[in-house]
């Protein structure tokens, strides 16, 4: 675990959890995926279903999709730094696209998206063996983390009412 990083430990048993996965760099989201579903279980969300979308830019839609039936989500993806601003694009687009996804319906949508340098960058950040950092994970428990902090709080009335 990385310097100043918290340590999660969350009881997430009953909440519905989905993991939505990019599918560029196998190896590396292959290790992303496995972090989280395998943090997820450890939580107690042992069945969360992965849907795999083809990129990273498609992870908003299909938060978009499956929030209003989920009590949390997980994106996970990687964008790799290349020779054009296309890696500018790809990476404002996402974050801002799942923090509206999140912030617009309430359900928390753990950010499992890296945006690297280089592909070893990616791979020591994917949860693999002599990885230094386990992304997958990290993004599952804050999700569900957040969706049960979230539970315990009463709603709150909306100005002006």
Not at 71 to 94: E, Q
Not at 134 to 149: C, F, M, P, Q
Request: overall charge negative.
């Amino acid at each position: 675990m990385k310097a100043g990083a918290p340590e999660v430990h969350v009881d997430g048993t009953g909440l519905r959890v989905a993991v939505i996965a990019a599918s560029w760099h196998d190896v590396v989201m292959n290790g992303l995926i496995d972090g989280a579903v395998r943090a997820l279980a450890d939580a107690g969300i042992p069945d969360a279903p992965v849907i795999r979308v083809p990129g990273t830019v498609e992870l908003s839609v299909a938060a978009a999709r499956l929030a209003p039936t989920h009590d949390a989500l997980v994106a996970l993806g990687v964008v790799i730094r290349g020779g054009t601003p296309h890696f500018d694009y790809v990476c404002s687009g996402v974050t801002h696209g799942l923090t509206d996804v999140s912030t617009r319906t309430g359900v928390p949508v753990g950010f499992g998206v890296l945006t690297c340098d280089t592909e070893e960058q990616a791979l020591d950040r994917a949860g693999l063996e002599g990885s230094s950092e386990d992304k997958g994970a990290e993004a599952a428990l804050a999700a569900v983390s957040t969706a049960v902090t979230l539970a315990g709080l009463a709603p709150r009335p909306l100005s002006g009412a």
